[in-house]
Each structure stands twice: as structure tokens, then as C-alpha cells.
């Protein structure tokens, strides 16, 4: 008998995001003005989501999965960040990757083997369809 595993995102807040994700995602403080939404302290920023125009302007937290962020642009929608490599290693036929950029320490997890040097600059890419935004107060605000 052929068991089926079946996932679920029961994410409500950022505890429970950080929690039930591993590697750990990815949490930064997020700004949004108008129709951007930038990185605090950060030169990333990319346009709003139309189901999330409604939103005021003002602070937010993004969560960010380990897989969507990898040194290839995965779709229209990626941004770039880039950081300084801290740990590079394989695992299987994936790649992790924790890097810094400005005072943000981030994980990646990505399909294949990406050889980067400890040290070096790397130009990775985040897919904005599947972050995850959550309020002032921690609670999930949409989901992917």
C-alpha cells in the first residue's frame, strides 16, 4: 500500500512560520510605500501584488522559504539580493546556502550543486510570489 503524504500550510503567525519550516525560513522587516514594497535598510524592492494593493502603507515581515530564494531566476517575479557566503554545502542533489546581506543573515535551498566560495559575493534571486506577509502583529495577512 502506497502511503501519501499530503502538506498543508497552517500558517497563521511568524512563530508558527519559523517553526514549521526546515531549513528555518527566511524573516526580514519590510516597508511598504505606495505600490513598492522594499527591505528595511535594503536596496531590494519590488512592486505590490495586486491582492495586496489594499494594504496601508506602512511596516510589515515578510517570510521567505529556504527554496524560494536560489542562484538562478526562477520566474518574472524573482528579485535579486546580494550577500557575502557564509556556509556553502550539498546535500544530496541540493544546495544550501546561508549568506549575509547588510545586517539580514538568509538560508537558501536550491535544486542542484551551486559551488560557491565561502567569502565570495553572490548574486541570489527570491521569487516575490511566495513570500509570505504578515502584519504589525505577527498575523499571516496572505499565503501562497
Known sequence: MERQLKFTTN??????????????????KIVKKDKTFSIKNNSVSWSCQSNLEGL???????GIRPHSITP????ENS???????????????????HFQSGDIKWVSLSTGIHPLKVGAEAELHMDVNQFLYFDQNNKLINHV
Request: aromatic letters at 6%; a positive charge; proline letters at 4%.
Open 11 to 28: 500558517l497563521r503567525n511568524v512563530i508558527s512560520a519559523k517553526v514549521f519550516n526546515d531549513p528555518p525560513i527566511n524573516t526580514t
Open 56 to 62: 496601508a502603507d506602512g511596516h510589515y515581515t515578510i
Open 72 to 75: 538562478y531566476k526562477q520566474t
Open 79 to 97: 528579485v535579486q539580493i546580494k550577500g557575502k557566503v557564509l556556509i556553502a554545502e550539498l546535500s544530496g542533489s541540493e544546495s544550501i546556502i
